[in-house]
């Protein structure tokens, strides 16, 4: 471990440590900082890494061959003896091999995400002795996964990067984390400073999850000239993908505009047009769009394609300016929560 790493678990945080200790036991670290799982970054050196300087992160299973992912596991099993979490994506085509995997290596956490998992799928893990942890992009999700089994939620708003939903977190906040009292609920989305942690904290948040900012850690495995791109955005330039017609469904994702960006709504304008002149058929146009994005992701991120990769970034790329170690980006989280924690405790008390 480094010398930043110790730093951070030797922080004297008293203020932040007595509010987020749900979170922080729950999860069996120091601090409740979530390192969310993205495809191609949340490799196990990163996710050691922040475990290591005493945060929470997640391998991004996506839909990798289950004997890498298997191989993963293990690897970040030999670089720390921290709690970690396994993210599966129910829609992902290998995903039925890596909830066997998880379940006969008994990982601590499981984090489902893509769509809903199955109530049985949820008891098959908790059964084999780990947690589960289920996203909320809606009220209504958030209670069928609660009726599931779940241990956690992570709410996540829309301001969040890669597959998000249509509720901004402010809302979610409203309508599940004041109502939930149950199971730790963990919420991201557009977050990126230890101030912001400090309040959604004092709303009952058990804990905060953040993508961006780790993506261009330091650690992070992210081609140079992704990161750069990151370094230089602004929040309004992580869009959502649009949808044009109801015929060809899009599932929405935040990303930085590029030309990939612009070349897909080219795409589905274009495919609109066939449709309307009865020269494509809706199964055949749909596929094209599925397709579109393919591989995309691993252009961006491994082979530093800016232009016509996907740059899947939430709105708080807009307060990322720097290039940082993840222990740094950690004591930052945890010293500005507890700056802002003792700046409240000093009004209320005044």
Same mark, same amino acid.
């Given at each position: 471990m480094?010398?930043?790493?110790?730093a951070?678990?030797?922080?004297?945080?008293?203020?932040l440590?007595r509010?987020?200790?749900?979170g922080?036991?729950?999860?069996?670290?120091?601090f409740?900082?979530?390192c969310?799982?993205?495809?191609?970054?949340?490799?196990?050196?990163?996710?050691a890494a922040?475990?290591?300087a005493?945060?929470?992160?997640?391998l991004?299973?996506?839909n990798m061959?289950?004997?890498v992912?298997?191989?993963q596991?293990?690897?970040?099993?030999?670089?720390t003896?921290?709690?970690?979490?396994?993210?599966?994506?129910?829609?992902?085509?290998?995903?039925r091999?890596?909830?066997?995997?998880?379940?006969?290596l008994?990982?601590?956490?499981?984090?489902?995400?893509g769509?809903?998992?199955r109530?049985?799928?949820?008891?098959?893990?908790?059964s084999?002795?780990?947690?589960?942890?289920?996203?909320?992009?809606?009220?209504?999700?958030?209670?069928?996964?609660?009726d599931?089994?779940?241990d956690?939620?992570?709410?996540?708003?829309m !301001? #969040?990067?890669?597959? &998000?939903?249509?509720v901004?977190l402010?809302i /979610?906040l *409203?309508? $599940?984390?004041?109502?939930?009292?149950?199971?730790?609920?963990?919420?991201a989305?557009?977050i990126?400073?230890?101030?912001?942690?400090a309040?959604?904290?004092?709303?009952g948040?058990?804990?905060?999850?953040?993508g961006?900012?780790?993506?261009?850690?330091?650690e992070?495995?992210?081609h140079?000239?992704?990161?750069?791109?990151?370094?230089?955005?602004?929040?309004?330039?992580?869009?959502?993908?649009?949808?044009?017609?109801?015929?060809?469904?899009?599932?929405?994702v935040?990303a930085?505009?590029?030309?990939?960006?612009?070349d897909?709504?080219?795409?589905?304008?274009?495919?609109?047009?066939?449709?309307?002149?009865?020269r494509?058929s809706?199964d !055949? #146009?749909?596929?094209? &769009?599925?397709?579109?994005?393919?591989g995309r /992701?691993? *252009?961006? $991120?491994?082979?530093?394609d800016?232009e016509?990769?996907?740059?899947?970034?939430?709105?708080?790329?807009?307060?990322?300016?720097?290039?940082?170690?993840?222990a740094?980006?950690?004591e930052?989280?945890a010293?500005?929560t507890e700056?802002?924690l003792?700046?409240?405790?000093?009004?209320?008390?005044?």
């Amino acid at each position: 471990m480094s010398a930043l790493g110790i730093a951070s678990l030797q922080m004297d945080t008293p203020l932040l440590d007595r509010i987020a200790k749900q979170g922080s036991d729950f999860l069996g670290v120091r601090f409740p900082f979530i390192c969310g799982a993205m495809t191609w970054v949340s490799e196990p050196h990163l996710v050691a890494a922040v475990a290591n300087a005493g945060g929470f992160a997640c391998l991004a299973g996506g839909n990798m061959p289950v004997e890498v992912l298997r191989e993963q596991i293990e690897q970040t099993r030999n670089l720390t003896d921290k709690p970690f979490g396994v993210n599966l994506i129910t829609i992902a085509p290998a995903y039925r091999s890596h909830l066997d995997l998880v379940t006969d290596l008994r990982v601590p956490f499981v984090i489902f995400a893509g769509n809903f998992p199955r109530r049985s799928e949820v008891e098959k893990v908790r059964s084999a002795g780990s947690k589960v942890m289920c996203f909320a992009s809606t009220h209504s999700i958030a209670k069928r996964m609660l009726d599931y089994g779940a241990d956690a939620l992570i709410l996540e708003g829309m !301001e #969040a990067g890669g597959h &998000v939903g249509r509720v901004t977190l402010v809302i /979610l906040l *409203q309508q $599940v984390l004041f109502e939930v009292t149950e199971v730790p609920v963990f919420v991201a989305g557009g977050i990126a400073t230890g101030r912001m942690c400090a309040h959604l904290f004092m709303m009952g948040a058990a804990g905060i999850q953040f993508g961006t900012i780790f993506a261009i850690s330091k650690e992070s495995r992210a081609h140079p000239r992704f990161k750069q791109y990151f370094l230089r955005a602004n929040a309004r330039d992580a869009v959502a993908t649009p949808q044009f017609d109801s015929r060809l469904p899009v599932v929405a994702v935040r990303a930085l505009r590029n030309r990939a960006t612009e070349d897909f709504g080219k795409l589905q304008l274009e495919l609109i047009k066939l449709l309307d002149e009865g020269r494509i058929s809706r199964d !055949e #146009a749909q596929q094209r &769009v599925e397709e579109f994005w393919m591989g995309r /992701l691993q *252009q961006a $991120v491994i082979d530093g394609d800016i232009e016509h990769g996907s740059l899947m970034a939430g709105q708080s790329v807009g307060l990322v300016n720097a290039e940082r170690s993840v222990a740094e980006i950690i004591e930052t989280l945890a010293a500005d929560t507890e700056r802002e924690l003792r700046r409240m405790q000093e009004l209320l008390q005044s």
